[in-house]
């Protein structure tokens, strides 16, 4: 899962090589494999989300910038209402510099999976 989330973040845009690694991770089988567009939808990417976290999308750009970037924060539940109930560090996860939000999301939520396991 490393190799696959360091592959993602060295994408510039969606990949369908990408996708279907993803797809066999999740458990998909066969020749072809479904399309699955996880690096391309946003609804897609969010349904690599475990359960239980919550979900952060940003787009940075500075005004000078020929273009942003995303950025994707999952943090497990345990937040409520504004009180900090848990130590960040484990409860956090963070991807950046994403040139989509799908990406961005699914680096995040693959490493959410590799932490929780």
Same mark, same amino acid.
């Not at 066969?30 to 690599?48: C, E, F, R, V």
């Not at 937040?79 to 989509?100: K, S, W, Y």
């Given at each position: 899962?490393?190799?696959?989330?360091?592959?993602?973040?060295?994408?510039?845009?969606?990949?369908?090589? =990408?996708?279907?690694?993803?797809?066999?991770?999740? *458990?998909?089988r066969?020749?072809? &494999?479904?399309?699955? %567009?996880?690096? #391309?939808?946003?609804?897609?990417?969010?349904?690599?989300v475990?359960?239980?976290?919550?979900?952060?999308?940003? =787009?940075?750009?500075?005004?000078?910038?020929?273009? *942003?970037?995303?950025?994707?924060? &999952?943090?497990r539940? %345990?937040?409520? #209402?504004?009180?900090?109930?848990?130590?960040?560090?484990?409860?956090?996860?963070?991807?950046?510099?994403?040139?989509?939000?799908?990406?961005?999301?699914?680096?995040?939520?693959?490493?959410?999976?590799?932490?929780?396991?």
């Open positions: 899962m490393d190799e696959l989330i360091s592959r993602l973040g060295k994408l510039d845009g969606p990949s369908t090589d =990408l996708d279907d690694a993803i797809a066999r991770l999740e *458990g998909y066969g020749h072809p &494999l479904p399309y699955t %567009g996880y690096t #391309a939808s946003i609804d897609a990417a969010l349904s690599l475990p359960k239980g976290w919550w979900v952060e999308i940003r =787009l940075c750009k500075n005004a000078d910038a020929p273009r *942003g970037f995303y950025h994707c924060k &999952l943090e539940d %345990g937040d409520v #209402a504004g009180f900090d109930l848990e130590p960040d560090d484990e409860m956090e996860i963070e991807a950046t510099n994403a040139p989509t939000a799908a990406i961005a999301i699914c680096r995040a939520a693959l490493e959410a999976k590799r932490i929780s396991t």
